[in-house]
T-cell receptor, first 112, second 113 residues
Framework: DAKTTQPTSMDCAEGRAANLPCNHS???????VYWYRQIHSQGPQYIIHGLKNNETNEMASLIITEDRKSSTLILPHATLRDTAVYYC?????????????FGGGTRLMVKP | DTGVSQDPRHKITKRGQNVTFRCDPI?????LYWYRQTLGQGPEFLTY????????KSRLLSDRFSAERPKGSFSTLEIQRTEQGDSAMYLC???????????FGPGTRLTVT
């Protein structure tokens, strides 16, 4: 699985967009980008995933650069409840185990 | 859909004792995963089941650790002769087939004194 690099921590003002970057310069053509988050004292929660195209769901948007070497998770209107550690994960999705490899993640602090 | 549940939520044990944790996945989810998370780190994969078959084990899973999933429903993770280094959050996740999303339980926090 490709290695990812994320900033250790970020702050965001409540109501503003939170843009969380992730570098994955060694990503292979068949590897997907996944984002999970972990709110304090809870298990991780799936947010979104993508291969090449930008994706949007009710939680967030995922912007993947054309060369696929980096991506950005966007929370359009951050709330205090979005304070969490956000993990960017890159891996192939196939009929094997599909276990996730988490790095250190980005600790997002949403401030009032 | 009641989510993935884990029991107990917290366990304090003395070094050398055996402990067992239980995970109940979302009903009909055939894949079940165990992860371990130490303070300040991301979760690390331990082992994975497809139905009742344990298909993969991490090098982190020493011979003191054993996991089972009888009948392909709930799973148990047992740690024998616990050590202080076993203190961590043990997370269980489940998924259905090749779904992209893994659903995690709240975890069992183990403290070995």
């Amino acid at each position: 699985d490709a290695k990812t690099t994320q900033p250790t921590s970020m702050d965001c003002a409540e109501g503003r967009a939170a843009n969380l970057p992730c570098n994955h310069s060694t990503i292979s053509g068949n590897e997907y980008v996944y984002w999970y988050r972990q709110i304090h004292s809870q298990g991780p929660q799936y947010i979104i995933h993508g291969l090449k195209n930008n994706e949007t769901n009710e939680m967030a948007s995922l912007i993947i650069t054309e060369d696929r070497k980096s991506s950005t998770l966007i929370l359009p209107h951050a709330t205090l409840r979005d304070t969490a550690v956000y993990y960017c994960i890159v891996r192939v999705w196939d009929n094997a185990g599909n276990m996730l490899t988490f790095g250190g993640g980005t600790r997002l602090m949403v401030k009032p | 859909d009641t989510g993935v549940s884990q029991d107990p939520r917290h366990k304090i044990t003395k070094r050398g004792q055996n402990v067992t944790f239980r995970c109940d996945p979302i009903s009909e989810h055939n894949r079940l995963y165990w992860y371990r998370q130490t303070l300040g780190q991301g979760p690390e994969f331990l082992t994975y089941f497809q139905n009742e078959a344990q298909l993969e084990k991490s090098r982190l899973l020493s011979d003191r650790f054993s996991a089972e999933r009888p009948k392909g429903s709930f799973s148990t993770l047992e740690i024998q002769r616990t050590e202080q280094g076993d203190s961590a959050m043990y997370l269980c996740a489940s998924t259905l087939g090749l779904s992209y999303e893994q659903y995690f339980g709240p975890g069992t926090r183990l403290t070995v004194t």
